[in-house]
């Protein structure tokens, strides 16, 4: 399984690819007037040629799951990619973590300038909701809605963005446990949450199907983040494609800063664990996202 999860990750990477390539092209489409060189040239080096397109898997998988396969899941993934890839934009910037090194290039604000990375991050963000709302995502305008709806919920004040305020605001604070698992499951898990509830809302699965993607999603999202702050004081620059150890330097409220990284890695361990026993309901269909879910405790497939 662990062979075949990574074939898939890598065939779904490069139909990701051409994807994004394609939204992202010089010419303006439905309704849009110019798209300014600099402005698409910042958002395709924060979009294209890298990342681990996790999210987007697990949107794929997921529809998978419910029998649905091809260009609807996909375009429902590359939306939600925008988001991930704007969220990373902006939490790069000064006025955020202040990095300079972003999947082992220079961040866009220090690639292009501030106010083109603030900028490319806005672009991203509406254009996932321009993707979503296109009929080619789905011929059922309801379900496009439903899409819509639950991403705009996932990446703003009660999502991502929300948690992202937690975030700079908890720097320098001891957190209780209880307190850093809302933020994390707010800055990182709204996004792993919407994408196995979108894989679930663009199949057109039950909404028992769907609320159990959705709990599945969540528990993975808290998994991911766990991993994503051990990364910061197990890897360097070169393994992680981002600066590490700088976690502890800002004073970011983490499991690993709380627990040690001994408990936050056992702690990492019973997630997955909790989120793999999540899928018993379906048996060995589900083997694909249960190997997506234990490559998290792994380094998120390579
Ligand atoms: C990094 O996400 C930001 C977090 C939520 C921890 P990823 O680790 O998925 O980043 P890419 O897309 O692979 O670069
Ligand atoms: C980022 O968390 C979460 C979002 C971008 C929403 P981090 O700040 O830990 O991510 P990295 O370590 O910079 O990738
Ligand atoms: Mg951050
Ligand atoms: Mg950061
Ligand atoms: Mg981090």
New binding site residues.
């Given amino acids: 399984m662990k062979d075949e999860f990574r074939s898939r990750l890598s065939d779904l990477r490069i139909r990701l690819e051409l994807l994004l390539d394609r939204l992202l092209a010089p010419t303006a489409t439905g309704g849009e007037i110019v798209r300014p060189a600099r402005l698409l040239a910042a958002m395709r080096h924060a979009a294209l040629d890298g990342g681990k397109r996790l999210r987007p898997f697990f949107v794929v998988e997921t529809a998978r799951l419910f029998g649905v396969e091809g260009e609807g899941p996909l375009r429902a993934g590359a939306a939600l990619e925008c988001v991930?890839c704007y969220?990373?934009v902006?939490?790069?910037l000064p006025a955020m973590?202040d990095?300079d090194l972003?999947r082992g290039r220079p961040t866009v604000h220090r690639a292009f300038d501030e106010a083109t990375a603030i900028l490319a991050g806005d672009a991203l963000l509406t254009l996932a909701f321009a993707v979503l709302a296109d009929p080619s995502t789905h011929p059922d305008g309801a379900i496009r809605a439903g899409l819509v709806a639950n991403l705009a919920a996932a990446s703003g004040i009660g999502g991502?963005a929300g948690?992202?305020m937690i975030?700079l605001l908890s720097e320098g604070r001891d957190l209780s446990t209880e307190d850093i698992r809302t933020l994390q499951a707010m800055?990182?898990g709204a996004?792993f949450r919407h994408a196995c509830e979108a894989g679930a809302i663009v199949a057109g699965a039950s909404a028992e199907d769907r609320g159990l993607m959705r709990d599945f999603g969540a528990r993975l999202g808290l998994a991911f983040?766990l991993a994503?702050?051990l990364?910061?004081v197990t890897a360097d620059a070169s393994q992680a494609g981002?600066r590490t150890a700088?976690?502890a330097e800002r004073g970011?409220a983490t499991q690993v800063a709380l627990l040690g990284p001994k408990k936050a890695a056992d702690l990492l361990t019973v997630t997955l664990d909790e989120a793999v026993a999540m899928l018993a309901p379906y048996g060995a269909r589900a083997d694909m996202l249960a190997a997506a879910a234990r490559s998290i405790g792994e380094g998120g497939g390579g």
């Fill in positions: 991930h969220s990373l902006h939490d790069d973590d990095d972003r991502m948690g992202q975030d800055k990182s996004l983040q994503d702050d990364l910061d981002k700088k976690d970011k």
